[in-house]
């Protein structure tokens, strides 16, 4: 089945700075990939997605990048602020009722001011 | 916005006794999810729902029962409970599916003693 990688388990990043985590997947097919994000001790929330027919995608501060050749996508999110801190959950899917969520281990990201 | 309510918000239960985890959406979804997050784990699927009275497994069913009595309701039922389903329980519902945003509920910590 699909797997999931998320390279950087924890990152660090001044307040201002841009900070970029990144995922890898296995499965060719898939053609969805969803970003969440889970403040401490809280519940995971949306934040942007990316589907296989673009290659980019920005909303406001955060940008997702595709690489379909690669297998790799990632987050890049711009002028770092302290609520950007918390733990990024990267996913993929392959769609259809067989294309189940596949989830990354997370990144837990901190942003220091 | 979307609500995914659940209870109860923590419970600690006895190993070999059975624990029901309750999931209420008022989202008007039909895919209903449940997930277990590890400590520095991301989210694995148990069971799902696409419709009322249907449930099917996800990437770890094994120990779990599942019941979609409605299209609100998704249960999560534990017969015998072990030490190794010590954890955390997200419910997510979406509209359409796995390439769709999933709202997730506010978690159940279970702790199996």
């Known amino acids: 089945g699909e797997k999931v990688e998320q390279h950087q388990s924890t990152l660090s990043v001044r307040e201002g700075d841009s900070a970029v985590i990144n995922c890898t997947y296995t499965?060719?097919?898939?053609?969805?990939f969803p970003w969440y994000k889970q403040e401490a001790g809280k519940s995971l929330h949306f934040v942007i997605d990316?589907?296989?027919?673009?290659d980019r995608k920005q909303s406001q501060r955060l940008t997702v990048l595709l690489d379909k050749k690669a297998k790799r996508f990632s987050l890049h999110i711009t002028a770092t602020q302290p609520e950007d801190s918390a733990i990024y959950f990267c996913a993929a899917s392959k769609g259809g009722l067989s294309g189940k969520l596949t989830f990354g281990e997370g990144t837990q990201v901190t942003v220091i001011s | 916005e979307a609500a995914v309510t659940q209870s109860p918000r923590s419970k600690v239960a006895v190993t070999g006794g059975k624990v029901t985890l309750s999931c209420h959406q008022t989202?008007?979804?039909?895919?209903m999810y449940w997930y277990r997050q590890d400590t520095g784990h991301g989210l694995r699927l148990i069971h799902y729902?696409?419709?009322?009275?249907?449930?099917e497994k996800g990437d770890i069913p094994d120990g779990y029962k599942a019941s979609r009595p409605s299209q609100e309701n998704f249960s999560l039922i534990l017969e015998l409970a072990s030490l190794s389903q010590t954890a955390v329980y997200f419910c997510?519902?979406?509209?359409?599916?796995?390439?769709?945003?999933?709202?997730f509920g506010p978690g159940t910590r279970l702790l199996v003693l």
């Open positions: 729902s696409y419709v009322a009275d249907s449930t």
């Open positions: 499965d060719t097919a898939s053609s969805y």
């Open positions: 997510a519902s979406s509209d359409a599916g796995f390439q769709d945003t999933q709202y």
């Open positions: 990316i589907r296989s027919n673009v």
């Open positions: 989202n008007n979804h039909d895919y």
